[in-house]
């Protein structure tokens, strides 16, 4: 019996396949027929060309199948457009008007190749070259078979990606003997594509240090600084009035840059390739136009400045992309998700503090050291701020708004980093540079536990300041009622710790005046007040109206209270039907300004908001728009 010649058996298959296809494949053919239960048509239109493939130098263009090849509106678009029909919704199909060429670069039939080198500068819909193609799917022997033939090897794609780029976006097997043919054959590793990223820091994304090194040991300077490009239609934060050419324009200085790959690392949590960059040098202390460390980005999570829509951005590559595997987020699953990626934060944090030469005292050019970034609202802050304190950072340093730590803990209501910096005998009435203290936050931000334990751990600072009114001209219950997150609980606490409710603050304002017709120096009754925070009472609305409160009372603006209502986004289904009850949903009355509240709660629901605690809030608005407009039409 004769050895079976692979090579010569998949030249076989291969050839066979494509006679079935110049037989079958016509352009008014029943796609149907394509499945794989109508037999072998389906399997040649999707396997000629790995055969072809592993054929090697045994494939060959006889004049049988050279009309296949040549005529790329006949036969070969019939192939495109079934290989395209049966790999729908897959991610694999071809697109539209592929070459011959770019096909054999894909899969790297280097015969093929061979008889179409005269076509090495064409270009797909995506701008790449047969190179690039065969880059991107890890085809060494086609690479450099078309750098040999002329190739350009520094062709770009329309994303401004060449070689490089495209293989370490992938990183497939072979990719470290590809990319050090690459690197060789003199393939810019520095250049940025629309993404702002070098391979090289594709290569650190992807965890995957082995590639990472062929890069270094091919004269990579880790220490390299990445100048972020803007892009033409690449904003997320702003409208371009003006057209640009297809080129890169620098960054506008409010755009964070002169970011090192230990930036790019340690803002997504690659603990791997954090630490392979740190053995060869990389600069702990290396600081952006902004002034961040690895160490700030790490943990803040995001770069500073004005958003830009690149890879920097959009968390690609950072843990917290895990959570896009979550379906059901009461799952254990969705727990050991959120879990794993905590846990990943604070490792990241261990790794960076374990180098010899960091400097956990280095503030950015807002006044933010690394400890004023934590995020307070997590349950791993406070195993955070102790690394950072038992490497050198002083939690009682004020940052740029003259906030320590414990300002920003009490503001996130974090019960156990408060217990421990008071503990250590951190101030709690300690003003920043709005005049306010972390007693004010908790006030605030509704934190009653918070609140609670100050009174507790400091009753004799505290004593004097709930029957007083302080620098502000109010007191403690002033201050809770007057925010967006005023909770029944936090003022039966303050009542109980001796503030007066009908005690007027320095405006002459009263939290909660005996008189339910009580006016405040701008003319708002009890009604406009409460219409400021979300879900208004309407069990309280109905007792003010039946006591002879107006609802068609105006203050000084000439607002309602439904005026009020829509510009704090109180307004639930709830709400609404109460009021459209009892005849008092007046959407169309005009203020001063001549602006309803129909109109307030549609800018409301448009409105963009910076603060992060505000735009958490944000859907109250959009709700609150929802609800008025489902009910706006019926009442004109």
């Not at 980093?417 to 300690?430: S, Y």
């Not at 109250?620 to 489902?630: D, Q």
Request: hydrophobic share 35%; with cysteine; net charge negative.
């Amino acid at each position: 019996m004769q050895d079976i010649n692979p090579r010569g058996s998949n030249y076989a298959l291969s050839y066979r396949c494509i006679e079935v296809i110049l037989q079958y494949c016509r352009p008014d053919m029943d796609m149907s027929t394509l499945e794989p239960s109508h037999g072998f048509l389906g399997y040649s239109v999707l396997h000629w060309p790995e055969h072809a493939n592993l054929a090697q130098t045994e494939f060959t263009v006889s004049k049988e199948i050279e009309q296949f090849f040549r005529n790329r509106l006949g036969p070969w678009k019939c192939w495109l457009d079934s290989h395209n029909y049966l790999k729908r919704g897959s991610g694999g199909d071809l697109g539209t008007g592929l070459s011959v060429i770019h096909v054999a670069a894909r899969w790297g039939i280097i015969p093929l190749l061979s008889c179409f080198q005269d076509e090495l500068k064409e270009k797909d819909t995506h701008g790449g070259t047969p190179l690039l193609t065969a880059a991107q799917h890890s085809q060494l022997e086609a690479v450099k078979f078309l750098v040999e033939y002329g190739a350009s090897v520094n062709a770009l794609d329309d994303d401004y990606q060449n070689a490089l780029h495209l293989i370490c976006k992938n990183s497939r097997d072979n990719d470290c003997e590809l990319a050090d043919f690459l690197l060789k054959s003199r393939v810019s590793q520095y250049a940025r594509d629309k993404d702002n990223m070098t391979p090289f820091l594709y290569a650190i994304g992807n965890s995957d240090p082995e590639l990472a090194q062929v890069f270094l040991q091919n004269g990579f300077e880790v220490s390299q600084r990445i100048e972020r490009q803007w892009w033409p239609g690449r904003a997320t934060m702003s409208i371009i009035t003006h057209s640009f050419q297809d080129q890169q324009v620098a960054a506008p200085a409010n755009v964070d840059s002169g970011l090192t790959a230990l930036h790019f690392s340690a803002l997504n949590a690659c603990t791997k390739t954090t630490t392979f960059l740190l053995r060869p040098g990389a600069d702990p202390n290396a600081r952006s136009d902004f002034g961040d460390t690895p160490l700030h980005l790490t943990i803040r999570r995001h770069l500073l400045g004005r958003k830009y829509e690149d890879v920097w951005e959009n968390g690609e590559f950072a843990i917290e992309s895990w959570g896009g595997l979550i379906t059901d987020f009461e799952s254990e699953e969705a727990f050991n998700i959120f879990r794993y990626i905590d846990k990943t934060r604070i490792h990241i944090v261990e790794i960076l503090l374990e180098s010899g030469t960091i400097d956990v005292n280095l503030a950015n050019l807002g006044g933010d050291y690394p400890q004023h970034v934590i995020d307070f609202q997590k349950n791993y802050a406070w195993s955070i701020l102790r690394k950072l304190i038992e490497k050198g950072a002083d939690s009682s340093q004020v940052n740029g708004s003259h906030q320590t730590c414990l300002h920003l803990a009490s503001r996130a209501g974090n019960l156990e980093v408060v217990r421990n910096l008071v503990a250590n005998g951190h101030d709690i009435l300690l003003k920043d540079i709005h005049g306010l203290n972390p007693f004010h936050y908790a006030l605030k931000y509704s934190c009653l536990d918070v609140l609670q334990y100050m009174s507790e751990a400091r009753e004799s600072e505290l004593s004097q300041l709930w029957h007083s009114l302080d620098d502000h001209g109010r007191s403690p219950l002033h201050h809770h009622v007057s925010s967006v997150l005023c909770y029944v609980d936090a003022v039966d606490f303050l009542i109980q710790c001796g503030c007066d409710a009908n005690k007027p603050d320095a405006k002459g304002n009263s939290c909660l005046s005996a008189d339910p017709l009580w006016v405040n120096e701008r003319q708002e009754n009890l009604a406009h007040l409460i219409m400021h925070h979300n879900g208004a009472d309407h069990e309280t609305l109905n007792l003010l109206f039946d006591l002879g409160l107006d609802p068609a009372a105006r203050d000084t603006d000439g607002k309602t209270f439904m005026h009020h209502g829509a510009i704090h986004g109180a307004f639930t289904e709830e709400l609404v039907e109460f009021l459209e009850s009892i005849g008092a949903l007046d959407l169309h009355t005009r203020d001063s300004i001549g602006k309803t509240p129909l109109d307030y709660a549609e800018e409301k629901a448009h409105q963009k908001f910076s603060d992060v605690i505000l735009s958490h809030f944000a859907g109250k608005w959009k709700e609150s728009f929802k609800n008025l407009s489902a009910v706006a039409s019926t009442l004109l």
